[in-house]
Structure formats: C-alpha cells, structure tokens
C-alpha cells in the first residue's frame, strides 16, 4: 500500500496515541462504542422529538438529523434549515442525547456550531476546502465523511485541513464508496476501519445506512464494523420510513430493528 503521506497532524507517525474527543460525558475514541442514530432529515418538532426518545431508550448516546440537506437533485426536498437546528437541539437536550447535523457551506458553520454539538461534513463536501478551513477555526467536534470517490489520502488530507487550521476534534466516517455494484447504494469498504486507524490517530465511525443504502443489510454490517474495530456507528432510524421526506427511508431501521441491534452490539462491546 503506497501512501504519499503528505498530511502531517492527521498522521499516527505524529500522535501515536489514539485521539480521544470528549463531549459532556462521551468520550469517542476510546474503548467504548458510540451509537449515533436519528433521521436522514429533521421533519417537525413531533417527528424529531419521537425518535429522540426511542435514540435514548435505545441506548444511543448522539442524535442524527439534516436540517440542511445535500440533495442530488435540486428539485428534491433540500432539508428544513435553521428551523430545523432549533427542533433538533431541543429534542438532544429533553432526551439527554448529543446531536449531529450536516453543514454544507462556511457560511452556516457558527449557526450549526451554536446548535449541534457535532458538525458532519458530506460525502460530497469531503473536499470543500473553504468549508474544511472554516471548520479548522473552532472547536466543536466535526465527524468527516470520506467522500465517495476519496482514497484514504485524500480523505486523510481533508482531515488535515480541519487539524491544520487549531481544531483537533476531528473524527473520520466510512460510509461507502462507488464501484461497479449497483444492488448496493455505495459499497461499505470495512477495511477503510483498520486501514485509517493504522494510518491515523483520529477515531473512525462507521455509516451502514449510506454504505449500503438498504435496511436489511444495516444491522449485519454494523456489527462487521464493530468487529473490524470501529469506534462508533451513525445509523439511520425513522418512525415512517416509507413516509419519510428524503429517499433514505429504504435504508432507515424501525425503531424495533434500531433498539435490537444496540442489544446485540453490547454483547460485541459497550456502549459509551
Ligand atoms: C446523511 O448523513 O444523511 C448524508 C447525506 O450522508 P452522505 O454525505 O454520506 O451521503
Ligand atoms: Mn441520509
């Protein structure tokens, strides 16, 4: 494996210990899994608050949901936006749960970072330099997602941006790459786990959800995840999938299937 190693921080030849980031009392990166499940989308303050509530009885600990999403199509529902931040933190805060949600552009980076305590950047954002930059600026914790086409180089340089510019909370995201498969919405790559914590520090989340894109293949690769070693899973939960308003109720646990797989993670490890 020829890797160029041009990043430098994100680089475990340059911080051999794992990075531990701790939010309230989470601590990500250590022994402990952590379970991030929600929403592809945040819909209404009822929807958020329900599955809020089944996160937490679960036994997850962060809260997912889009207010602003990265559509393929610009016709397609583009996420509810600030409204949609303010439903979510109320619901992370009722609940006990931590949240997560995707920012798009520099220019909505503080207002996420008032709302939500982790920032996810897209697959298709992987690269938006300027975006990586303003992330490298604060401090609030930002789980980045490998990019579709994205070598771990580029990925682990991506990283870099956010690390170069002050802001060492920075945890990577496998959630499928493109290949020639089509049954599968990406393929999962699950060596990405092993392969980036070998070359890097940083803690590795892995997504089922996008890196299949179908529910029936969630659970065994969250598991398959966990044994290959992943520090934490985001994965896709919905009340109604069929009636949910992006595309991503196909890949979307029911709230039984979601609380059944935390009780069989935690005979693979414990939950944070
Ligand atoms: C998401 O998490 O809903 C999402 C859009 O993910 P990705 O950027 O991996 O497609
Ligand atoms: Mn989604």
């Known amino acids: ?28 990166g250590g022994d402990q899994l952590v379970i991030m499940g929600g929403p ?36 397609s529902f583009q996420g509810i936006g600030v409204e949609g931040l303010a439903m979510m933190a109320e619901a992370g805060k009722k609940h006990g749960l931590l949240t997560i949600t995707e920012v798009m552009t520099p220019e909505y980076v ?38 579709f086409s994205a070598t771990y180089d580029e990925f682990l340089n991506a990283a870099e941006y956010i690390l170069a510019g002050g802001n060492p909370n920075v945890m990577l995201c496998e959630r499928g790459i493109r290949t020639f498969e089509t049954y599968t919405r990406n393929t999962l790559d699950l060596a990405a786990i092993p392969v980036l914590q070998g070359l890097s520090h940083l803690p590795v989340i892995s997504d089922p959800s996008h890196g299949t894109g179908r529910r029936e293949l969630v659970e065994s690769m969250c598991k398959a995840s966990v044994a290959a070693g992943a520090n934490g899973l985001i994965v896709e939960m919905h009340t109604d999938p069929d009636n949910s308003m992006t595309g991503d109720g196909v890949q979307s646990l029911f709230p039984d299937q979601f609380a059944g797989l935390l009780a069989d993670l935690e005979k693979l490890a414990p939950l944070c």
Do not use: W
């Not at 989308?41 to 207010?67: N, T």
């Open 1 to 28: 494996l020829k890797i160029s190693k041009s990043y430098k921080l994100a680089s475990r030849d340059f911080h051999p210990d794992n990075t531990i980031i701790k939010i309230k009392d989470v601590e990500i």
């Open 40 to 75: 592809c989308a945040v819909e209404s303050p009822e929807q958020i608050d329900e599955i809020a509530r089944l996160v937490k009885k679960a036994g997850g600990q962060v809260l997912r949901g889009g207010a602003f999403k990265p559509r393929t199509g610009p016709y």
């Open 110 to 147: 503080d207002v996420c970072a008032e709302y939500a305590d982790i920032l996810q950047v897209g697959t298709r954002n992987m690269q938006n330099f300027d975006l990586l930059r303003k992330l490298g600026t604060i401090q609030t914790p930002v789980l980045l997602k490998r990019g």
